[in-house]
């Protein structure tokens, strides 16, 4: 096939009709003949030439031309593509290096094999062509819902025209057992938009949270107005969903905004998501607070809260128990997926009992070391001490306060618990020094000698060890795999310490060691202070 004048006119009309096939730039077809010309020019010139063509946009003509670069003598590698400037000078008066020879050459007469490799290279530069426009117009839609209509089913997975281009809704993504025939009208949430080296690039949605969030946002105005706002939204896909809201409008209720007259405006929303279940709950800046709402429509008796492990316990009669957990844990793992905490759910029954025995451990732990009488140490508990440093060296006057205390009593109590803390610290001092822990470490100040003791045990035996340790490996924490919150044990959380303390000891010791300059130790921690006040 060669391009003579009877179909120059008729390669720009391809270009166009395919441009508008896929709506891409005609240009880019027209690139796309000109490399693919150019390729099976080489192959007849040969590969070590350098061929280009130039279609003209008006007329169609393709022109053919020889590239040779002016390089220096001895920079030559191709003498094909390549000139000396000696050499050049035959086609040029002044060459210069880098200046381009440009040649014409005759146009090629395509063969069977030639005609269908170019095709090929047309239709991929098309291919890579319509895929960049169809991310550069759905890059922007990420986080929105688009309706579409189905095409295809291809191995579970439905692929979806979303106008101008494809969208994927994989398996894992459709709620429930929902299935869609070619041409159903379908809804779903644009998760995703990559750039991919074959197949769709939009990836759908219709489980993620978020694809509530914003049917909500197009049911209910006054979300789409910002006067009512998602805070947290958690879903069981199908079955059951919490979605927290709140309401910069005192005279709006945000609850009831959702609901709609009648229920019309959630009814829209679940109908959408199969009848999935909606809870539509109040937030609320208490965390205590919040959760009682999360665990709608179960009572609570009690919440106590532990910050440091962001974990939360919740107490509820006995007769709410299956209530507050629901069916197959649905209410209380959808109300931890909504605070974003863990959450231990109890009876009143359990609670106290774990009460009582907590108080009687307390109970025998004076007696034991106090050498007193049942009741007394009863009344210790009972007014909230909980060891023996306590009451070791609380102000006197505390003890006083309690019935049947006197002076005297009260400074025996305080005596005894001293030489008690002074004996087992001296004989965790000896257990350590003869694990081998060295005096680096154990003049090291803030650690106690149970600390020491725990910190030998597990190897850290000089100032060194410990400065090479993290925050969390001392005091520990939690670490989240594969979803699931893991507790980190630390050497010294048996003891109260905090990430904080934990952080200020090992910097410390660090700076002693000359690790850190205490300079950018003092900066660091202004400038934490400042984005804390921020």
């Known amino acids: 096939m060669a391009i003579t004048s009877a179909n120059q006119l008729e390669l720009l009309q391809t270009a166009e009709a395919v441009a508008r096939e896929k709506m891409i730039d005609p240009d880019l077809v027209i690139q796309a003949m000109e490399e693919s010309l150019a390729r099976a020019a080489k192959s007849r010139y040969g590969s070590d030439l350098d061929i280009r063509v130039k279609i003209d946009r008006k007329t169609g003509r393709a022109t053919f031309a020889r590239i040779r670069t002016v390089v220096e003598d001895e ?83 439905i692929i979806v025209d979303i106008g101008r281009g494809e969208g994927i809704l994989r398996r894992n993504e459709k709620i429930g057992r929902e299935s869609y025939r070619p041409n159903d009208r379908i809804r779903a949430y644009i998760k995703d938009v990559r750039r991919e080296a074959r197949g769709p690039q939009v990836f759908l949605s219709r489980t993620d949270p978020q694809f509530m969030a914003e049917l909500f946002k197009m049911e209910v105005p006054e979300i789409y107005d910002g006067i009512i706002e998602i805070k947290a939204v958690a879903r069981d896909p199908g079955s059951r969903a919490k979605i927290a809201v709140i309401s910069y409008d005192n005279s709006i209720d945000p609850v009831g905004a959702c609901v709609g007259m009648r229920g019309s405006r959630v009814q829209a929303v679940v109908n959408e998501l199969q009848g999935e279940k909606i809870d539509i709950i109040p937030w609320n800046q208490d965390q205590a607070t919040f959760l009682v709402n999360a665990l709608q429509p179960a009572e609570v008796s009690k919440v106590v809260i532990d910050e440091e492990a962001g974990k939360i316990e919740v107490v509820v009669p006995d007769e709410q128990l299956s209530l507050a957990i629901g069916r197959r844990g649905q209410n209380v793992r959808l109300a931890s997926q909504l605070t974003a905490l863990d959450i231990d759910i109890m009876t009143e029954a359990d609670e106290s009992a774990r009460r009582q025995a907590e108080f009687a451990e307390r109970t025998n732990l004076f007696m034991e070391t106090l050498d007193i009488d049942e009741m007394m140490a009863q009344l210790l508990v009972s007014e909230g001490f909980t060891n023996l440093e306590e009451v070791a060296y609380v102000d006197p006057e505390e003890l006083l306060s309690i019935d049947g205390f006197d002076e005297d009593t009260a400074a025996e109590l305080q005596a005894r618990a001293r030489d008690h803390l002074e004996e087992a610290n001296r004989k965790a001092l000896e257990s350590a020094r003869a694990l081998g822990l060295e005096d680096s470490l154990a003049n090291f100040e803030g650690l106690t000698p149970q600390m020491l003791e725990a910190l030998a045990k597990d190897g850290i035996k000089t100032l060194e ?16 795999v594969n979803g699931q919150r893991v507790k980190d044990e630390g050497v010294l959380e048996k003891f109260d310490v905090s990430l904080e303390e934990a952080q200020h000891l090992v910097m410390t010791a660090r700076v002693m060691l000359g690790w850190v300059d205490p300079t950018e130790l003092e900066t660091a921690e202004e400038k934490e202070e400042t984005e804390g006040e921020a």
């Open 75 to 157: 920079a030559v590698e191709n003498h094909h593509a390549q000139l000396t400037v000696k050499q050049a000078k035959a086609y040029k008066s002044d060459p210069q290096i880098g200046d381009e020879i440009i040649d014409e050459v005759p146009p090629v007469d395509l063969g069977r094999i030639a005609a269908q490799s170019a095709k090929q290279v047309i239709l991929q530069k098309v291919r890579e062509a319509e895929r960049d426009r169809q991310y550069d117009e759905f890059k922007d839609r990420k986080g929105s819902i688009i309706n579409g209509v189905v095409k295809r089913e291809e191995y579970g997975n």
């Open 465 to 480: 060890d410990f400065a090479t340790c993290a925050d969390w490996e001392l005091a520990g924490g939690w670490t989240t």
